[in-house]
């Protein structure tokens, strides 16, 4: 299995600041297949990225993903205060432990 | 394309949770679908998935207590597990595997809102 690590465990910033989530994987793996989403409380995780740097439908450009490597990196260019939520990285059936991005 | 969880909230010890994703605006014959589980708190699961076809895999680390099958004709996939104990308390979720120019990924859009299942005597 692949083990996906999520950097940091959480990121405290404000809005309008830039977010910078990390996801390592174990070893090399398909970027087609690494994807990211947002979750808030209560709610379902929702698909942010896909392929490691596709947005899905409806997501803000300020929304970005890529790779380095076995890095994936999912940027928010300038935070908004509906983007404070939980995000999780995955590739086929692992997924990241997530990143907390909460309100400095 | 929209996906709702249906089944029992609470179920108990040593029983079978039997869960249910009733799909509309898509065919499930042609996709994968999947189901995740989140316990409170904590971070995401991958249960499974199943293929309209009835083809299903699913993650080694529940011990074969897991069964998935497809309903085409109800537009329906369901998830059953066997021998539920408290860690098995958790949000279940379906979710639909999408392809990306004609190849099917893991990637997975759209989810149902979820299910709290309960786990207790």
């Known amino acids: 299995d692949i083990v996906l690590t999520q950097s940091p465990g959480t990121l405290s910033l404000s809005p309008g600041e830039r977010a910078t989530l990390s996801c390592r994987a174990s070893h090399s793996v398909s970027s087609n297949y690494l994807a990211w989403y947002q979750q808030k409380p209560g709610q379902a995780p929702r698909l942010l990225i896909y392929?490691?740097?596709s947005r899905a439908t409806g997501i803000p450009d300020r929304f970005s993903g890529s790779q380095s490597g076995t890095d994936f990196t999912l940027t928010i260019s300038s935070l908004e205060p509906e983007d404070f939520a939980v995000y999780y990285c995955q590739q086929y059936e692992d997924f990241g432990q997530g990143t907390r991005l909460e309100i400095k | 394309v929209q996906l709702q969880e249906s089944g029992p909230g609470l179920v108990k010890p040593s029983e079978t949770l039997s869960l249910t994703c009733t799909v509309s605006g898509d065919s499930i014959s042609n996709s994968y679908w999947t189901w995740i589980r989140q316990p409170a708190g904590q971070g995401l699961q991958w249960i499974g998935r199943i293929h309209g076809s009835g083809r299903s895999k699913y993650n080694s680390s529940l011990r074969g207590r897991v069964t998935m099958s497809a309903d085409t004709s109800k537009s329906q996939f369901s998830l059953k597990l066997t021998s539920v104990t408290a860690a098995d308390t958790a949000v279940y979720y379906c979710?639909?595997?999408?392809?990306?120019?004609?190849?099917?990924?893991?990637?997975?859009?759209?989810w149902g809102q979820g299910i709290l299942v309960t786990v207790s005597s």
């Open positions: 392929g490691a740097s």
């Open positions: 979710a639909r595997e999408i392809t990306i120019f004609g190849v099917v990924t893991p990637t997975l859009d759209p």
